[in-house]
């Protein structure tokens, strides 16, 4: 089993930026694909929007369309940690973000594209201001 555990949310000015930090610990050996969401506080958004991915063994990142060029995602493996770093933020990408995990086999470019992760953090809330 793998844990995850979300950090860096918080009140953020418009134009500003943050860095998310997923922890992850746990069975990881093989490596997994570990994925960033996002799902705004709107009760019709059903589905968690992927910002971004990467593949904790080879180093292969994947980005979501609606975000490319403004998120980075990296990680530590000696803090077995992978962030994400958002820039030139605006009031709709408040939202829950979360980090979910799934086997690295499965990591490609279309795995921004589904919510069906093998483990889910609990989030990190960030609200943007104007």
């Known amino acids: 089993r793998v844990q995850l555990v979300e950090s860096g949310g918080g009140q953020v000015q418009a134009g500003g930026s943050t860095r998310h930090s997923c922890a992850v610990s746990?069975?990881?050996?093989?490596?997994?694909?570990i994925v960033w969401f996002r799902q705004p506080p709107v009760k019709e958004r059903l589905v968690r929007e992927g910002?971004?991915?990467?593949?904790?063994?080879?180093?292969?990142?994947y980005y979501g369309d609606s975000v490319m060029g403004r998120v980075t995602i990296s990680q530590d493996n000696a803090k077995n940690t992978v962030y994400l770093e958002m820039n030139n933020l605006q009031v709709e990408d408040s939202a829950m973000y979360y980090c979910?995990?799934?086997?690295?086999?499965?990591?490609?470019?279309?795995?921004?594209?589904?919510?069906?992760?093998?483990?889910w953090g609990k989030g990190t809330l960030v609200t943007i201001s104007s």
């Open positions: 979910a995990a799934i086997g690295a086999r499965r990591c490609y470019s279309d795995t921004v594209r589904t919510n069906a992760m093998d483990y």
């Open positions: 910002l971004a991915a990467i593949h904790t063994g080879g180093g292969y990142v």
């Open positions: 746990g069975d990881t050996g093989g490596g997994y694909c």
